[in-house]
C-alpha cells in the first residue's frame, strides 16, 4: 500500500485529525465539541500556511 | 493573624486506582478501548478511528517506524512515540511490507503520522486514566 500526497493534502488531513481528536477528549456536549474542532482545525490551517508564506523568502 | 486553609486529601482507593491503571493499559493496548469500557462511546470510536486513520496513512506514506535498536537518542524518542501506537504499531509494521522510504518529503511526513498517532493514543490512554479516576468529565 503506497499513498501519494501533497503537502497541502498531507497537512489538512493531519489538522483535521488531529482537531477532531483534540474535540473529542476535551469537550462534551455535542455543540461545544463542533465549535472547538472547527476553531481548532481554522488555526492549524492558518498557522500553518501562515509559516508556509513566512518560509517562503528563504525559499529562493 | 494568618488565614489556615485546610485542604483534606480526598481517600486513597486502591481499588479505584488499579481500575484506572487497567483502563489506561487497555486504552494504549486498543485505541479507544479504555473509553469503551467506561461507556464512553463518542470518544472511543474517535480514538479508535483516529489512530487508525493516522497509522494507515502514516504507513501508506511510507514513514520510518522505529525499532528498539535505533542507535541514538532521537531514534529512541521516535521509538516510544510509536509504540504509543499500542496494538496499532504491530499493524503499521505488517502494512509497510516495502520498508520505509524516506527520500522525498511524503515518507517523511508518513514518519510524522506515525509518530502523532503514537502520542495521540497516549493522550487517550491518559485521559481514560483520568476519567476512570473521576477526574475527568
Avoid at chain 1, 481528536?21 to 476535551?26: E, I, M, R, V
Avoid at chain 1, 474542532?37 to 508564506?53: A, K, M, R, T, Y
Avoid at chain 2, 478501548?33 to 470518544?43: F, I, N
Wanted: proline share 3%.
Amino acid at each position: 500500500m503506497t499513498l501519494q500526497l501533497s503537502h497541502l493534502q498531507a497537512m489538512l488531513l493531519f489538522a483535521l485529525a488531529i482537531s477532531v481528536a483534540f474535540g473529542f477528549l476535551s469537550r462534551r456536549p455535542a455543540m461545544d465539541r463542533l465549535k472547538y474542532i472547527v476553531w481548532s482545525l481554522f488555526l492549524f490551517l492558518l498557522i500553518g500556511i501562515g509559516i508556509g508564506w513566512a518560509m517562503y523568502p528563504l525559499s529562493r | 493573624m494568618t488565614d489556615e486553609i485546610q485542604v483534606t486529601a480526598p481517600p486513597h482507593d486502591s481499588k479505584l486506582e488499579t481500575r484506572a491503571l487497567l483502563l489506561g493499559l487497555a486504552g494504549w493496548i486498543l485505541p479507544g478501548l479504555g473509553h469503551a469500557l467506561q461507556k464512553m462511546w463518542g470518544r472511543a470510536v474517535a480514538c479508535f478511528l483516529i489512530v487508525a486513520a493516522l497509522v494507515l496513512i502514516g504507513a501508506g506514506l511510507r514513514g520510518n517506524l522505529f525499532t528498539a535498536d535505533g542507535g541514538d537518542a532521537f531514534a529512541s524518542l521516535g521509538y516510544l512515540a510509536d509504540l504509543g501506537a499500542g496494538s496499532f504499531y504491530m499493524v503499521a509494521r505488517a502494512l509497510e511490507t516495502r520498508g520505509p522510504d524516506v527520500s522525498h518529503a511524503d515518507g517523511d511526513y508518513g514518519t510524522r503520522f506515525l509518530a502523532v498517532a503514537g502520542v495521540l493514543n497516549l493522550l487517550a490512554a491518559l485521559h481514560a486514566y483520568e476519567a476512570a479516576r473521576g477526574r475527568k468529565a
